[in-house]
């Protein structure tokens, strides 16, 4: 199982950025999709969920600014964020999960710049 992660960089505040993680070697359709994120110093924290079904939650810090998508076809799951703000800096991490299994990423750095 890989999950690659992509798309992060350094940005101003207000920017936008489109985070990317492509699953090969599971059935991506079969697990909810996280991403979690984990700044200098803090504990690695949820930002985002997409179900099997296609429900969505986020944590508050990021809710009205970044939305997570699917796509079954590409075995992808997306992080569209916007109005980002220099908290929002942190290493961005997908994770593939069924419950009792779980497969990570690698990892993407963001950094939102005042």
């Known amino acids: 199982v890989q999950l690659q992660a992509s798309g992060g960089g350094l940005v101003q505040a207000g920017a936008s950025l489109r985070l990317s993680c492509a699953a090969s070697?599971?059935?991506?359709?079969?697990?909810?999709m996280d991403w979690f994120r984990q700044a200098p110093g803090k504990e690695r924290e949820l930002v985002a969920v997409v179900s099997v079904a296609g429900s969505t939650s986020y944590v508050d810090s990021v809710k009205g600014r970044f939305t997570i998508s699917r796509d079954n076809v590409r075995n992808t799951v997306y992080l569209q964020m916007n109005s980002l703000k220099p908290e929002d800096t942190a290493v961005y991490y997908c994770?593939?999960?069924?419950?009792?299994?779980?497969?990570w990423g690698q990892g993407t750095l963001v950094t939102v710049s005042s």
């Open positions: 994770r593939a999960d069924a419950g009792r299994r779980y497969y």
């Open positions: 070697g599971l059935t991506f359709s079969s697990y909810d």
